[in-house]
């Protein structure tokens, strides 16, 4: 990869840039707007959003301004959880297409599975959920289709009931926590692993094992978590309202980080993330 343009190609052929600019806690107003303008003035072309982030209508507003052709944009966003299910989630996508204020989405990400340890019927409820996401991708809606925090066990029950595999799995990933099982069944059935928190909320940043390998390339602890990202060929979404933090995460493609450092990363203990498990979620 050797700049934001650059793709990743989904198992139908169609192309996501290979850095998205994530959405969560950007606000609903013109510091939300203002942030996604500069994020596609700073060349994102790629913004990741969801219903439950309840921001879409200052997306839409800043994708209906920023200037950048629409088919030149690669917009996600993502079902939540309490619209699950055939009818709602068709009612769901098409109100974050009025959100948005668009007439088609890049990807639609089921946001989490219904999940083992709180719903009997989880696996039927997923399914469901599946095929109003395989409807709306045959009837033209969606370009590509996938899920978001879907572990193995989730997964797997998942594509043996589905016409149209998952394309893409958006997970919790940064140092210390790369969810190797899932990252590996993701890559064995040719799905995208998006990372959202790919800086851990912030948490990575003070990390000192991180910062003094960051200085070694002259780059910040942000700029190594979203480099080490696309060397480990996952995808990251970071999120920044901050004007020179939206630019400083977007200059990773003029340094390497060296085998020898990517193992050292590789292995580092779990430092901190969200601590939020899909078989264990109150929402
Ligand atoms: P802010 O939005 O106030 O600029 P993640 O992408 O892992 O969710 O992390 C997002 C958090 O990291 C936000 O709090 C964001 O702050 C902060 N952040 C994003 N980019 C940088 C950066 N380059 N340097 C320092 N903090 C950053």
């Not at 990743?8 to 850095?19: A, E």
């Not at 399914?127 to 590509?144: D, N, P, Q, V």
Request: with cysteine; aromatic share 10%; net charge negative.
């Amino acid at each position: 990869m050797k700049s934001l343009t650059d793709s990743y190609t989904l198992n139908n052929g169609y192309k996501i840039p290979c850095i998205g600019f994530g959405t969560y806690q950007i606000p609903d107003d013109d510091i939300g707007i203002s942030s996604v303008h500069t994020a596609i003035i700073n060349g994102y072309r790629h913004i990741d959003a969801a219903a439950v982030y309840g921001n879409e209508r200052s997306i839409g507003k800043a994708i209906r301004n920023c200037g950048v052709d629409r088919k030149q944009l690669f917009i996600t966003s993502k079902v939540w959880n309490t619209e699950r299910g055939f009818d709602k989630t068709l009612a769901a996508f098409k109100q974050t297409l009025e959100d948005l204020q668009l007439d088609y989405l890049d990807l639609y990400l089921v946001h989490w599975p219904a999940a083992k340890g709180i719903l009997s019927e989880w696996q039927r409820i997923n399914l469901e959920t599946w095929r109003a996401m395989e409807h709306l991708y045959k009837e033209g809606f969606i370009r590509t289709i996938g899920v978001s925090n879907f572990l193995p066990h989730h997964l797997i029950p998942l594509m043996d009931q589905a016409n149209i595999q998952p394309m893409v799995n958006q997970i919790e990933y940064h140092p210390g926590q790369m969810q190797i099982e899932t990252v590996e069944l993701c890559k064995k059935h040719h799905m995208i692993v998006e990372a959202w928190s790919p800086l851990g909320t912030g948490k990575m940043l003070s990390n000192p094992q991180l910062k003094d390998i960051a200085e070694k390339y002259g780059k910040s602890v942000a700029q190594l978590c979203i480099r080490w990202c696309l060397q480990n060929d996952i995808l990251p979404l970071p999120k920044s309202v901050t004007s020179s933090r939206i630019k400083e995460n977007t200059e990773i493609f003029d340094f390497i980080i060296s085998g020898e450092d990517m193992s050292v990363i590789n292995s580092m203990p779990y430092i901190g993330g969200s601590g939020l498990h899909p078989d264990n979620l109150d929402f």
